[in-house]
């Protein structure tokens, strides 16, 4: 089997590889076409696309799209991939996309590394990276298509939009323009400004069709928020004194298709608790409701028999209203006891998100825990089902959840822990390594649960001996085990109950990977120098902020100065991705540093080969492939990036009315005129 350097794998006798290879390879190649799609109904996208690696007999498998197109319906439904082939076609190119892209990330092995964009400031919202350049009096909000890799960018000349939203605030100079949210080609923005009383405006305009939706002045701002699809927009506020005095959240719609405010009130959120958004609650749009969640409590007490549930909501966008709430229930909220140990809120995450495989929707929540009788703290990153039972009212939906505890304050033991299903707990880092992992040197930290894998951002930097910074990408992933060959072994007893977060069930342990890979101490690595170099642009600059996603990696770095232009640095792990001028930075691939698989060299010998293949090509062929196979897997990934590397002319602006001057136009991308973009792979 092909292995790559740096990347330890099972050592299984020869002799027994090549008796399993033959006869596993002639049993499948006799099976007809009807049989195999069967088969591929109860593997996982990955294994479907190694499954064709195998042997030239199945290449159909990821190249005829009549194969693909129910493979990647059922598999991926919930992709960008699967959405662009149901729109063009190229179903067996999504799946190869999907696969190439899932891998690349889980063994940090990214195929761009570029700077897409000098800005003072940005945001970054499902692959479209919308930033604002400010050489006052002049100011731009710039748009770029990241998944597309487009060579245009949307521009909108931002003093000329006041101009046409706000003409009272036309001959101010001092402002703030910031965008808030962008989706389905919205854009929110919020503009503040000072004559002499301070004003807030929330903007809602439509670049490409040169339309301001609307232009509301706004009593609050405090941690406002807009969340919008293509038919109606909420925005929210915590700006609400509720009657026990405590600032609560308030939402109000609007319709897109009428582009008016929705006539009921404003939905008051009474019972929603916390404050930090992505940290104690998140808010998102999916399908025709809006959703609400909290890890938090309306109530505290000190009771350490106490359990702590999520409290999550949804209502129709079309009728937000109280009668129409829908709670989930305490048995399905279910998110820890409060015997468990105290939390390390620092590190904590959540967020809601629909399933790639599935569709349907859970929640997201990362935890840096002190469990009982467990030396140390780890990171463990926790999936819940959102379910919603019919005829569950506001009030049974309400449930007090546990307060935080000190470090080393256990409370008693309580047994009756629900049961957690392994594929819905992921042990992270523990304490083994938590001087390696440094908060305030980790600037981006996320979970990708469609391939099982956990990624930092991470700044190397000794916190004793400060220096330059040195950033690297850390993934961690598992995954489960093979199928054993003798009828005696059983690849895992998952019997007993996981009433403890750090228990793996059947996946085997974490396999760590570090990017850029450490330089060969007998030689230099000229291209690992220079790809040193882009991800920390110069010695003098320091991370500033990081975002991302399931398919790039996005920060800024500055020089830290007040004001300072900022270089924003893309990472993508999309097989796709072909931006207009980037070099060939050769095939580096993530550096497997560390695993937790067990060392017992006689259970290991157990497990049949995994066909696992290299991010970057050759493709993973196992030994036995033939010259011309070895050649074609080889071309894979060339194809799939040479296939998105037209550069569509962007579509015509209409004219503004009144023959007034145009506040958004498409011009040529910054990053034409950046030339540091390198694409990894053959």
Same mark, same amino acid.
């Given at each position: 089997?092909?292995?790559?350097?740096?990347?330890?794998?099972?050592?299984?006798?020869?002799?027994?590889?090549?008796?399993?290879?033959?006869?596993?390879?002639?049993?499948?190649?006799?099976?007809?076409?009807?049989?195999?799609?069967?088969?591929?109904?109860?593997?996982?996208?990955?294994?479907?696309?190694?499954?064709?690696?195998?042997?030239?007999?199945?290449?159909?498998?990821?190249?005829?799209?009549?194969?693909?197109?129910?493979?990647?319906?059922?598999?991926?439904?919930?992709?960008?991939?699967?959405?662009?082939?149901?729109?063009?076609?190229?179903?067996?190119?999504?799946?190869?996309?999907?696969?190439?892209?899932?891998?690349?990330?889980?063994?940090?092995?990214?195929?761009?590394?570029?700077?897409?964009?000098?800005?003072?400031?940005?945001?970054?919202?499902?692959?479209?990276?919308?930033?604002?350049?400010?050489?006052?009096?002049?100011?731009?909000?710039?748009?770029?298509?990241?998944?597309?890799?487009?060579?245009?960018?949307?521009?909108?000349?931002?003093?000329?939009?006041?101009?046409?939203?706000?003409?009272?605030?036309?001959?101010?100079?001092?402002?703030?323009?910031?965008?808030?949210?962008?989706?389905?080609?919205?854009?929110?923005?919020?503009?503040?400004?000072?004559?002499?009383?301070?004003?807030?405006?929330?903007?809602?305009?439509?670049?490409?069709?040169?339309?301001?939706?609307?232009?509301?002045?706004?009593?609050?701002?405090?941690?406002?928020?807009?969340?919008?699809?293509?038919?109606?927009?909420?925005?929210?506020?915590?700006?609400?004194?509720?009657?026990?005095?405590?600032?609560?959240?308030?939402?109000?719609?609007?319709?897109?298709?009428?582009?008016?405010?929705?006539?009921?009130?404003?939905?008051?959120?009474?019972?929603?608790?916390?404050?930090?958004?992505?940290?104690?609650?998140?808010?998102?749009?999916?399908?025709?409701?809006?959703?609400?969640?909290?890890?938090?409590?309306?109530?505290?007490?000190?009771?350490?028999?106490?359990?702590?549930?999520?409290?999550?909501?949804?209502?129709?966008?079309?009728?937000?209203?109280?009668?129409?709430?829908?709670?989930?229930?305490?048995?399905?909220?279910?998110?820890?006891?409060?015997?468990?140990?105290?939390?390390?809120?620092?590190?904590?995450?959540?967020?809601?998100?629909?399933?790639?495989?599935?569709?349907?929707?859970?929640?997201?929540?990362?935890?840096?825990?002190?469990?009982?009788?467990?030396?140390?703290?780890?990171?463990?990153?926790?999936?819940?089902?959102?379910?919603?039972?019919?005829?569950?009212?506001?009030?049974?939906?309400?449930?007090?959840?546990?307060?935080?505890?000190?470090?080393?304050?256990?409370?008693?033991?309580?047994?009756?822990?629900?049961?957690?299903?392994?594929?819905?707990?992921?042990?992270?880092?523990?304490?083994?390594?938590?001087?390696?992992?440094?908060?305030?040197?980790?600037?981006?930290?996320?979970?990708?649960?469609?391939?099982?894998?956990?990624?930092?951002?991470?700044?190397?930097?000794?916190?004793?001996?400060?220096?330059?910074?040195?950033?690297?990408?850390?993934?961690?992933?598992?995954? *489960?085990?093979?199928? #054993?060959? %003798? !009828?005696?072994?059983? $690849?895992?007893?998952? @019997?007993?109950?996981?009433? /403890?977060?750090?228990?793996?069930?059947?996946?085997?342990?974490?396999?760590?990977?570090?990017?850029?890979?450490?330089?060969?101490?007998?030689?230099?690595?000229?291209?690992?120098?220079?790809?040193?170099?882009?991800?920390?642009?110069?010695?003098?600059?320091?991370?500033?902020?990081?975002?991302?996603?399931?398919?790039?990696?996005?920060?800024?770095?500055?020089?830290?100065?007040?004001?300072?232009?900022?270089?924003?640095?893309?990472?993508?792990?999309?097989?796709?991705?072909?931006?207009?001028?980037?070099?060939?930075?050769?095939?580096?691939?993530?550096?497997?540093?560390?695993?937790?698989?067990?060392?017992?060299?006689?259970?290991?010998?157990?497990?049949?080969?995994? *066909?696992?293949?290299? #991010?970057? %090509? !050759?493709?993973?062929? $196992?030994?036995?492939? @033939?010259?011309?196979?070895? /050649?074609?897997?080889?071309?894979?990934?060339?194809?799939?990036?040479?296939?998105?590397?037209?550069?569509?002319?962007?579509?015509?602006?209409?004219?503004?009315?009144?023959?007034?001057?145009?506040?958004?136009?498409?011009?040529?991308?910054?990053?034409?005129?950046?030339?540091?973009?390198?694409?990894?792979?053959?």
């Amino acid at each position: 089997m092909a292995r790559e350097a740096g990347h330890p794998s099972t050592e299984v006798p020869t002799d027994l590889l090549d008796f399993w290879r033959a006869l596993s390879l002639a049993r499948l190649q006799r099976l007809p076409y009807e049989l195999v799609a069967y088969i591929v109904e109860s593997l996982d996208i990955e294994d479907v696309f190694n499954w064709s690696l195998c042997s030239k007999h199945f290449e159909y498998i990821i190249r005829e799209d009549r194969f693909c197109k129910p493979v990647v319906a059922a598999k991926v439904p919930g992709t960008l991939e699967a959405q662009q082939a149901l729109e063009i076609g190229g179903f067996s190119r999504a799946l190869r996309r999907v696969a190439k892209r899932r891998s690349a990330l889980s063994q940090a092995s990214p195929y761009f590394l570029g700077i897409v964009a000098c800005a003072d400031s940005y945001e970054f919202f499902e692959g479209k990276l919308c930033y604002i350049i400010e050489a006052r009096p002049q100011r731009w909000l710039r748009i770029l298509d990241t998944n597309k890799s487009t060579s245009w960018e949307l521009v909108v000349d931002i003093p000329m939009l006041i101009r046409a939203a706000v003409p009272q605030a036309s001959d101010c100079r001092k402002y703030k323009f910031k965008v808030l949210y962008q989706a389905a080609g919205i854009v929110s923005c919020l503009f503040s400004f000072a004559t002499p009383d301070t004003e807030n405006w929330l903007l809602i305009i439509n670049p490409q069709t040169h339309q301001i939706l609307s232009k509301s002045r706004l009593d609050s701002i405090a941690r406002i928020f807009v969340r919008n699809n293509d038919r109606f927009l909420y925005y929210g506020t915590h700006s609400w004194e509720g009657a026990d005095g405590l600032r609560k959240w308030v939402l109000k719609g609007f319709d897109l298709n009428t582009l008016s405010w929705l006539t009921q009130p404003r939905m008051y959120l009474a019972n929603l608790a916390g404050s930090d958004i992505g940290s104690t609650v998140c808010f998102e749009i999916f399908g025709d409701y809006f959703y609400g969640l909290s890890n938090q409590s309306l109530f505290e007490a000190d009771d350490p028999e106490w359990a702590s549930h999520y409290y999550c909501f949804r209502f129709p966008l079309n009728e937000p209203r109280l009668d129409k709430f829908e709670i989930m229930i305490k048995e399905d909220s279910w998110r820890r006891n409060h015997s468990e140990g105290p939390i390390d809120d620092r590190w904590g995450f959540l967020s809601l998100e629909i399933d790639e495989t599935s569709g349907n929707m859970v929640i997201l929540e990362c935890r840096k825990e002190w469990l009982r009788n467990q030396r140390g703290s780890k990171r463990t990153y926790y999936t819940t089902d959102v379910v919603f039972r019919e005829g569950v009212t506001e009030d049974q939906g309400i449930v007090r959840t546990a307060t935080r505890r000190r470090v080393g304050d256990y409370p008693q033991w309580n047994p009756q822990i629900p049961f957690r299903r392994p594929e819905y707990v992921h042990a992270g880092d523990d304490s083994s390594v938590a001087s390696l992992l440094v908060r305030s040197k980790t600037h981006f930290c996320a979970y990708i649960r469609s391939c099982q894998t956990f990624i930092d951002l991470i700044d190397e930097t000794s916190t004793e001996t400060p220096g330059p910074q040195q950033l690297r990408l850390r993934t961690g992933y598992r995954r *489960l085990p093979g199928t #054993p060959l %003798g !009828p005696d072994k059983s $690849v895992s007893d998952t @019997s007993s109950a996981l009433s /403890e977060p750090q228990a793996q069930g059947p996946y085997q342990g974490n396999r760590i990977f570090i990017w850029p890979p450490n330089n060969d101490s007998l030689k230099t690595d000229s291209t690992l120098d220079t790809v040193r170099r882009l991800l920390n642009v110069n010695d003098d600059q320091i991370c500033t902020t990081a975002t991302g996603d399931e398919r790039s990696v996005i920060y800024a770095t500055c020089d830290g100065s007040k004001g300072g232009v900022k270089a924003l640095v893309l990472v993508s792990f999309d097989p796709a991705v072909h931006f207009k001028g980037m070099e060939h930075g050769g095939n580096i691939l993530g550096q497997r540093v560390s695993d937790e698989e067990p060392s017992d060299a006689n259970n290991r010998s157990c497990s049949p080969p995994m *066909l696992q293949f290299s #991010p970057k %090509g !050759p493709l993973g062929a $196992v030994d036995t492939a @033939s010259c011309s196979r070895a /050649e074609r897997s080889k071309n894979l990934s060339s194809i799939d990036a040479t296939a998105s590397s037209i550069h569509h002319f962007p579509p015509p602006l209409p004219r503004p009315p009144g023959g007034e001057d145009s506040w958004a136009t498409y011009t040529p991308a910054m990053h034409l005129e950046i030339p540091r973009k390198l694409y990894f792979g053959q």
